[in-house]
């Protein structure tokens, strides 16, 4: 793994190192306001991995809340990213010992970022695993620096997780630009939107990307039949 692409996963990591350090700083903060040291952070981080439910589980752990709800949560929360998964499934299977180390650190993040990689084979799964190693670093770091800076500083981070929503704006207009047809981008918008009204904010994630995947899948399959 020559610097030329060390350099390069680390340039195309940085829009999540803006986010994941912030983000995941806050919820060090929060874990030390429920009682949690900067080592349970990382523990978590290290283990578990998943932002947005990390979150949630802070409340668990102060709650006392079963393992089976702790299990059901967590699968529904990221249930989505088995839809993730199905877009590389043949570069993960190519990646030797790789494979469960990027199963394991698959998130939204690197999903979209690696979506944008213009490589060849080799190059591209290097690439892939570092955007996926220094992710998972930025993502430890910020607890550690939240769980530590949580003690010595008073802090109010209402909207600071705006950043990720961000990011996956700016992902979406620039994969707007690279392609000329947008029949799936215009899909998942109008399906997101109508799921949101139906089920809520709370309830939507999964119902539209069932919906989407399944419209898509059936217009291609149409379209390739002779």
Avoid at 57 to 79: C, E, R, V, W, Y
Avoid at 80 to 85: A, L, N, T, W
Wanted: net charge positive; glycine share 6%.
């Amino acid at each position: 793994m020559n610097k030329t692409i060390i350099k390069y996963a680390f340039i195309k990591s940085l829009p999540i190192m803006c986010s994941y350090l912030f983000v995941s700083m806050a919820y060090g903060v929060m874990m030390e306001e429920a009682g949690f040291g900067w080592l349970y952070s990382l523990l978590i981080s290290m283990t578990v991995y998943t932002g947005a439910f990390q979150f949630v589980l802070i409340t668990f752990l102060s709650s006392g809340a079963s393992l089976l709800t702790i299990m059901l949560t967590a699968l529904l929360m990221n249930s989505r990213q088995i839809f993730y998964s199905i877009t590389f499934l043949d570069d993960f299977r190519k990646m030797g010992k790789r494979k469960l180390y990027m199963i394991h650190t698959m998130t939204d993040e690197t999903y979209a970022v690696n979506c944008t990689l213009e490589l060849q084979k080799k190059e591209k799964e290097d690439t892939m695993f570092l955007v996926a190693f220094f992710s998972r670093l930025y993502w430890m770091t910020g607890a550690v620096l939240g769980g530590i800076l949580g003690q010595l500083i008073p802090w109010n981070l209402e909207g600071i997780d705006f950043c990720m929503t961000a990011l996956f704006v700016i992902i979406f207009i620039d994969q707007w630009e690279k392609t000329t047809k947008h029949r799936a981008a215009l899909t998942g918008l109008a399906v997101g939107l109508i799921a949101l009204v139906t089920f809520g904010a709370s309830a939507f994630m999964l119902p539209a990307l069932l919906i989407t995947s399944g419209l898509l899948v059936f217009s291609e399959r149409k379209a390739v039949k002779p």
